[in-house]
């Protein structure tokens, strides 16, 4: 990853991709204390749009303000440098990684004169899932990791050190034959997945856990606000791991992870054991609106 051609942005600066370097003794390798964001953009008929960029851009920004941090650029700013980090790279389609970190101006807890560095990559990226399962489905076991506590980290921001926690599940969960963990919050309710938030679909009515341990998923949003255009009800609610064996349907949600259907938890078949039919047309619908493809939704793409 590190050894390729192309351009990342670095602190207001595209630099050669072999030179996006940092010091050893960066802040944030160190303590995990940093935020992020994962941004598609997709090819459409325009060219490259960015799929709600500004949402996103707000949202990193959050994180930011939730840790303390103070990012030295404003919004526009960022959404310019996404936009040009697409660009530059003559990049059709792309996974944008924002990230803002704290530099080796000094080391321990203690240190209060940490500048904030921030980059934009960009790349091509297919199917976070593999291509071959956003049809068929995957296999996802119920974590042994919990979701964070809310008052151990901050699961409103998409910080750096939160995502220990999504690796041990997804490495235990992939140790074990799955595609996927599904985490439970500390009280034994469903949360989301490492890096995905949970849908599942029961009597025609999708549920979704509510925000209190899972990060607030621009993807959740847009399939909310999709599937309640299509008439099919959606409710939040807390959602116990026996609702998902028993439930129709079920699909993760992520800008990463797009909409994947959930063929089986924990070495059950949900449903008929592959993508169910509400699954099937948002996931259709979901294309469609980030290729541009549905006018009604084109207030959400920026083209690069
Ligand atoms: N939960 C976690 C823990 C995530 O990392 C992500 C990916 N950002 C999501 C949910 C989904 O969020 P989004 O739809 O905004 O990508």
Same mark, same amino acid.
């Given at each position: 990853m590190?050894?390729?051609?192309?351009?990342?942005?670095?602190?207001?600066?595209m630099?050669?991709?072999?030179?996006a370097r940092?010091?050893?003794?960066?802040?944030t390798l160190h303590?995990?204390m940093?935020?992020?964001?994962?941004?598609? *953009?997709?090819q459409?008929?325009?060219g &490259?749009?960015?799929?709600? /960029?500004?949402?996103?851009?707000?949202?990193?920004?959050r994180?930011?303000?939730?840790?303390?941090?103070?990012?030295?650029?404003?919004?526009?700013?960022?959404n310019a440098?996404?936009? #040009?980090?697409v660009?530059?790279?003559?990049?059709? $389609?792309?996974y944008?990684?924002p990230?803002?970190?704290f530099?080796?101006?000094?080391?321990? /807890?203690r240190?209060?004169?940490?500048?904030?560095h921030?980059?934009?990559a960009?790349?091509e990226?297919?199917?976070?899932l593999g291509?071959?399962?956003?049809?068929?489905?995957?296999?996802?076991?119920?974590s042994?990791?919990?979701?964070?506590?809310?008052?151990v980290?901050?699961c409103?921001a998409?910080a750096n050190g939160?995502?220990m926690? $999504?690796m041990?599940?997804?490495?235990?969960?992939l140790?074990?034959?799955?595609d996927?963990?599904?985490? /439970?919050?500390?009280e034994g309710?469903v949360?989301?997945?490492s890096?995905?938030?949970?849908?599942?679909?029961?009597?025609?009515?999708?549920?979704?856990?509510?925000?209190?341990? *899972?990060?607030d998923?621009?993807?959740?949003?847009?399939?909310?606000t999709?599937?309640?255009e299509c008439?099919?009800?959606?409710?939040?609610?807390r959602?116990?791991?026996?609702?998902?064996?028993?439930?129709?349907?079920?699909f993760?949600?992520?800008?990463a #992870?797009?909409?994947?259907?959930?063929?089986q938890l924990?070495?059950?078949s949900?449903?008929?054991?592959?993508?169910? &039919?509400i699954?099937e047309?948002l996931?259709?619908?979901?294309?469609?609106?980030?290729?541009?493809?549905?006018?009604?939704?084109e207030?959400?793409?920026?083209?690069?």
């Amino acid at each position: 990853m590190a050894d390729r051609d192309g351009l990342i942005w670095y602190d207001g600066e595209m630099v050669p991709w072999r030179d996006a370097r940092t010091h050893v003794l960066t802040h944030t390798l160190h303590y995990g204390m940093g935020v992020f964001e994962g941004v598609r *953009a997709y090819q459409t008929e325009r060219g &490259p749009a960015i799929f709600r /960029l500004e949402e996103h851009t707000r949202r990193l920004f959050r994180s930011a303000h939730i840790l303390g941090m103070t990012i030295p650029y404003t919004p526009a700013e960022l959404n310019a440098a996404q936009v #040009a980090a697409v660009r530059d790279n003559g990049l059709k $389609s792309a996974y944008l990684r924002p990230m803002c970190f704290f530099g080796a101006e000094g080391m321990g /807890l203690r240190a209060d004169n940490l500048q904030v560095h921030v980059i934009v990559a960009a790349w091509e990226w297919g199917a976070y899932l593999g291509a071959e399962n956003m049809e068929r489905g995957i296999r996802v076991k119920t974590s042994s990791f919990n979701r964070h506590h809310v008052n151990v980290t901050m699961c409103k921001a998409k910080a750096n050190g939160n995502y220990m926690n $999504s690796m041990m599940a997804l490495q235990e969960a992939l140790a074990c034959g799955c595609d996927e963990a599904l985490l /439970l919050d500390t009280e034994g309710y469903v949360s989301e997945g490492s890096g995905e938030n949970f849908f599942l679909i029961s009597d025609g009515v999708i549920y979704t856990p509510d925000l209190t341990s *899972a990060l607030d998923g621009i993807t959740r949003r847009t399939i909310m606000t999709l599937a309640e255009e299509c008439g099919i009800p959606v409710r939040e609610k807390r959602i116990t791991r026996d609702e998902v064996y028993a439930a129709d349907e079920a699909f993760f949600t992520g800008t990463a #992870a797009e909409v994947t259907p959930i063929r089986q938890l924990d070495g059950r078949s949900i449903g008929h054991g592959g993508r169910g &039919p509400i699954t099937e047309k948002l996931q259709t619908l979901y294309f469609d609106v980030v290729k541009g493809r549905h006018p009604k939704h084109e207030g959400w793409l920026t083209y690069v």
